[in-house]
């Protein structure tokens, strides 16, 4: 089945095909990966230094090495396009995914320019995950000499370009979709914020008029209560 005007190339059923979306959010700063995997230092991306020769050299082998026909597509403006494939590893997965579909493999089909931000965005989208994209973080795994390094990617880097370096073979560069480690209110705009503390006014204020009509209840008895049993002599 296609989607966004792709065809699938693949008969897997739990991978889905679109085109990553332009789309801009504020994400919670980064954080560490934990789970047993050694976390890395974000490596500083280098493609804008590539020339137009370089990049298509680097598309022609990345091509010929290809076994699964997912083969990246050079443009004449020197953008280039592609398949990533993403592993969701979700703790919690959302309401609208299933606990399968939350240890899926994903395929999407992006481009060179798009983002880290704008890749999870559209993987969100896709699954119609409402929650804010800020809750969640890309990460790319290396493999290397028997080892496993995994570290989490900036909203500036390109997840295409990593993969044409790289080569196509997961086994050597694969990514993997997880929750934000961030603290619990990093994920939310101030907006949000904002919102929050006017609910929790509006519920002190209602607890606290509550509370006096109470008291003021209670000291009316008493008074009733005091003026009957008490006579002028």
């Given at each position: 089945?296609?989607?966004?005007?792709?065809?699938?190339?693949?008969?897997?059923?739990?991978?889905?095909?679109?085109?990553?979306?332009?789309?801009?959010?504020?994400?919670?700063?980064?954080?560490?990966?934990?789970?047993?995997?050694?976390?890395?230092?974000?490596?500083?991306?280098?493609?804008?230094?590539?020339?137009?020769?370089?990049?298509?050299?680097?598309?022609?082998?990345?091509?010929?090495?290809?076994?699964?026909?997912?083969?990246?597509?050079?443009?004449?403006?020197?953008?280039?396009?592609?398949?990533?494939?993403?592993q969701m590893e979700l703790c919690k997965p959302p309401?609208?995914?299933?606990?399968?579909?939350?240890?899926?493999?994903?395929?999407?089909?992006?481009?060179?320019?798009?983002?880290v931000g704008e890749v999870i965005e559209a993987l969100?989208?896709?699954?119609?995950v409402t929650e804010s994209p800020a809750k969640f973080?890309?990460?790319?795994?290396?493999?290397?000499?028997?080892?496993?390094?995994?570290?989490?990617?900036?909203?500036?880097?390109?997840?295409?370009?990593?993969?044409?370096?790289?080569?196509?073979?997961?086994?050597?560069?694969?990514?993997?979709?997880?929750?934000?480690?961030?603290?619990?209110?990093?994920?939310?705009?101030?907006?949000?914020?904002?919102?929050?503390?006017?609910?929790?006014?509006?519920?002190?204020?209602?607890?606290?008029?509550?509370?006096?009509?109470?008291?003021?209840?209670?000291?009316?008895?008493?008074?009733?209560?005091?003026?009957?049993?008490?006579?002028?002599?």
């Amino acid at each position: 089945m296609s989607s966004s005007g792709y065809s699938s190339l693949e008969e897997d059923a739990e991978d889905f095909f679109f085109t990553a979306r332009t789309s801009f959010f504020r994400r919670a700063p980064p954080g560490k990966l934990r789970g047993g995997q050694q976390d890395v230092e974000k490596d500083k991306e280098t493609h804008n230094y590539l020339s137009k020769e370089e990049i298509k050299e680097k598309v022609h082998k990345y091509n010929l090495a290809v076994t699964d026909k997912l083969k990246m597509t050079l443009n004449s403006n020197g953008i280039y396009t592609g398949f990533i494939k993403v592993q969701m590893e979700l703790c919690k997965p959302p309401q609208t995914l299933t606990p399968s579909s939350s240890g899926c493999m994903n395929t999407l089909h992006i481009s060179s320019t798009n983002t880290v931000g704008e890749v999870i965005e559209a993987l969100l989208k896709k699954l119609l995950v409402t929650e804010s994209p800020a809750k969640f973080a890309l990460y790319k795994r290396c493999h290397r000499e028997d080892q496993v390094y995994a570290c989490k990617l900036s909203d500036r880097e390109h997840p295409l370009y990593l993969r044409l370096v790289a080569g196509p073979r997961t086994d050597t560069l694969s990514f993997v979709l997880r929750e934000h480690e961030i603290g619990e209110w990093e994920a939310f705009s101030l907006p949000e914020l904002q919102n929050f503390l006017r609910i929790l006014d509006k519920e002190e204020d209602e607890q606290l008029q509550s509370l006096k009509r109470r008291y003021a209840a209670h000291r009316q008895k008493l008074e009733e209560a005091l003026r009957e049993g008490w006579k002028p002599g």
